[in-house]
């Protein structure tokens, strides 16, 4: 580094060149005596101190006033744009923070919600909304496609989904939720006042005497709904001996397997108009057969026979006799007969609601 030199007054010194800051310069007078040292007492240019108003560097010198220009310095680049766009960022985090604060204070204030009024709820887990028991939870969107996802496919003739149900007036289909079969009498359709079979409706007969004994008389017909029933009706002209009366429902091949479902027991014959109380039962979606039988030859009943019952295949002629001849049992079939290939049928016989 050059030698300064200065006068007995305060004078301008100029360096030119690289200049260290932290290094010691000797200034020398114009006889070449060393003037007092000057110590810069700082650091390489770029570890100056840059602050917001600029930079700054402490040093000392023990002379009398005087001025030092060390000609150009520079000092790193100082992006304002930069410091400005930090300070705006801490400023928003700190309004972030103290926004979200708030945020939380006041959602911990509100109420529970409830069914009248609006508040805090929690949200169900998939668990809880296949259960269905929380009253107090929100369902999810996720939670309640996992539980449509379970449920299974529907399809005609199948089970589970939904299946559509057709009413026409004379006919309804089963519908299936969940492997579990509802019927028509699941939904409220009420069955009719009275049941009439529909051979009964054919050509009223008069009196004749019973075919045997143990001879019975079944006649069929299909139920729809859910109904109570209690009385059997039946025109009898000479009375004699017992007869019994009843309902039973069909299953099996061709429904010619019977179970009773209510029946009078043996009881005597009256003549006249008999209304026959079998105590309520109840009826529900299915095939049926009502039946007559009487223990003799000499009662009558309004009985006939005719090819066009055997055609229409609506009554089965049974007889108990080798069973005994006693009233029909509880369980029975209809092939040791004729099947439903009968050729009498009981005019005017029918049932009634409780």
């Not at 668990?127 to 379970?150: N, W």
């Not at 009943?301 to 055997?310: E, H, M």
């Amino acid at each position: 580094m050059p030698d300064f030199t200065y006068g007995p007054a305060p004078v301008l010194v100029e360096a030119s060149g690289d200049f260290a800051i932290g290094a010691t310069g000797t200034f020398r007078a114009s006889d070449g005596t060393p003037a007092p040292i000057y110590d810069l007492n700082g650091s390489p240019l770029a570890s100056i101190t840059v602050g917001p108003k600029g930079a700054h560097q402490a040093f000392k010198a023990d002379i009398p006033d005087g001025v030092l220009d060390f000609g150009s310095v520079e000092l790193p680049a100082v992006s304002i744009e930069a410091i400005s766009a930090a300070l705006d960022a801490q400023q928003a985090a700190r309004e972030a923070s103290a926004s979200a604060a708030a945020a939380a204070q006041s959602l911990a204030s509100l109420p529970a919600a409830t069914t009248e009024a609006q508040g805090v709820v929690a949200l169900a887990t998939t668990a809880s909304t296949k259960t269905g028991t929380e009253t107090t939870t929100a369902v999810t969107p996720a939670a309640l496609a996992a539980t449509l996802a379970d449920l299974p496919d529907g399809g005609t003739g199948g089970t589970g989904g939904g299946t559509q149900v057709t009413v026409d007036g004379t006919s309804v289909a089963t519908l299936d939720i969940d492997s579990t079969a509802v019927t028509p009498e699941d939904v409220g359709i009420p069955g009719p006042m009275v049941i009439v079979p529909p051979a009964a409706v054919f050509a009223t007969p008069g009196f004749a005497t019973w075919p045997g004994a143990g001879y019975t008389s079944f006649m069929r017909f299909s139920f729809v709904g859910r109904r109570a029933y209690r009385w059997i009706n039946l025109g009898i002209g000479t009375a004699s001996g017992s007869i019994q009366v009843g309902v039973v429902r069909l299953s099996g091949p061709g429904g010619t397997d019977f179970e009773i479902v209510k029946s009078s027991g043996a009881i005597p014959a009256v003549a006249g108009s008999m209304h026959i109380d079998l105590g309520a039962f109840e009826l529900t979606t299915g095939d049926y057969a009502l039946f007559v039988w009487a223990n003799n030859n000499i009662v009558q009943l309004r009985v006939a026979g005719t090819g066009v019952i055997t055609d229409s295949r609506l009554t089965a002629d049974w007889s108990t006799a080798s069973l005994g001849g006693g009233p029909v049992p509880t369980t029975g079939s209809l092939t040791n007969g004729s099947g439903w290939g009968g050729y009498r049928y009981v005019g005017g016989l029918t049932l009634e609601a409780a």
